[in-house]
């Protein structure tokens, strides 16, 4: 599991093997998200996570630190979601006023639990797309 939560860790992930358009997704959406924070805040306010190869909804769910999956008291739906066909599933969800909360990027890539991707394939079917 790839987790960013400060520009070395960003950094770290852009010249890593992932999937160029998943880093373009990435960056882009870094950009937006701490657009207004101070590399201080960032770390407070949200945390990107990037599924690896051979990595399950358990591993997932333990970096978030929720059951992503669940639903109800176990756990809470995305604040947005979408597929991006070819590229990765994304998924936000956002837990206090402040905007804190992560967003979590599923690459379709080689070795993917198929079962994990099809979870989030229908969380993003599910949820609404990010404006």
């Not at 373009?24 to 770390?43: C, G, M």
């Not at 996570?49 to 809470?76: H, K, N, R, Y």
């Not at 599923?106 to 198929?114: E, L, Q």
């Amino acid at each position: 599991m790839l987790e960013i939560r400060d520009e070395q860790e960003l950094a770290r992930v852009l010249r890593s093997e992932l999937n160029p358009d998943a880093k373009q997704l990435l960056q882009k959406r870094w950009s937006q998200v701490t657009k207004d924070l101070s590399p201080t805040e960032i770390a407070d306010v949200v945390k990107f996570v990037i599924v690896e190869p051979g990595e399950t909804a358990t591993d997932l769910e333990q970096a978030i630190g929720f059951s992503v999956f669940a639903g109800g008291d176990d756990g809470f739906s995305p604040e947005w979601a979408e597929c991006h066909e070819g590229v990765a599933v994304e998924l936000c969800w956002v837990w206090s006023d402040d905007g804190g909360g992560a967003i979590a990027i599923v690459p379709f890539a080689k070795g993917m639990d198929a079962d994990l991707l099809n979870a989030c394939r229908a969380l993003a079917a599910l949820a609404p797309a990010q404006a």
